[in-house]
């Protein structure tokens, strides 16, 4: 396990770094004008369709549909994953709300009045560090991505990638957030996938054999 989540945890460490760096600098407001000034029209309609496939009640319901598919498809160790990933990309949220309040960033919408970190907010707009929807998104990722080939990864790396860039488009979050929450959702999942899912399909599989 240690080996599996080194790389991901260094990431996540280096993403942290480069995130508190982007938003000291104020790298950060220079994407938001720049996404405010080239994503209009249908950008932005884009932008928001893709964006609630972060949704929280949206991820569980294609969690949901892609276990049934797979459980139709007799490929029940991919099924269960899926369902697995569920409880799991939760977890992850849970963990990624307690980051958001302790850090307390606020919005890109209370520009110019708020930018700097408040610390211990507790406001809606308030919890914007990390990205909330691209932190599960990858968390889910790193939790199914070792059942996929090359084509299946890239197509889970670059849905997950596109949701994290709909939320600077809609402006929602700053680019540091979805810098950091993607690379601490992949850790999460990473992580939760190691301790909890691995140990559950090993558990089935033992069981299976012993019948």
Aim: hydrophobic share 50%; proline share 3%.
């Amino acid at each position: 396990m240690k080996k599996e989540i080194t790389l991901p945890a260094i990431i996540a460490f280096i993403a942290f770094i480069v995130a508190l760096f982007m938003h000291y600098i104020k790298f950060d407001i220079q994407v938001y004008s720049l996404a405010n000034s080239t994503c209009t029209g249908y950008c932005v309609k884009i932008s928001e369709l893709i964006t609630h496939l972060g949704d929280g009640w949206l991820q569980i319901i294609l969690c949901i549909i892609l276990g049934i598919w797979y459980y139709k498809q007799t490929n029940y160790n991919l099924s269960k994953v899926w369902f697995y990933a569920i409880p799991l990309a939760l977890i992850a949220g849970a963990i990624g709300q307690i980051v958001k309040f302790t850090f307390g960033r606020p919005r890109p919408k209370l520009l110019p009045e708020y930018y700097d970190f408040q610390w211990f907010e507790f406001a809606g707009s308030m919890r914007g560090f990390p990205s909330g929807h691209t932190l599960t998104s990858f968390a889910i990722v790193a939790i199914v991505a070792s059942n996929y080939g090359t084509k299946g990864k890239i197509v889970l790396f670059t849905l997950a990638s596109l949701i994290g860039i709909s939320r600077i488009t809609t402006n929602a979050h700053f680019s540091a957030d979805v810098v950091f929450g993607a690379a601490l959702g992949y850790l999460l999942g990473v992580v939760l996938k190691n301790i909890i899912l691995d140990k559950k399909l090993k558990k089935l599989k033992t069981g299976n054999k012993n019948d």
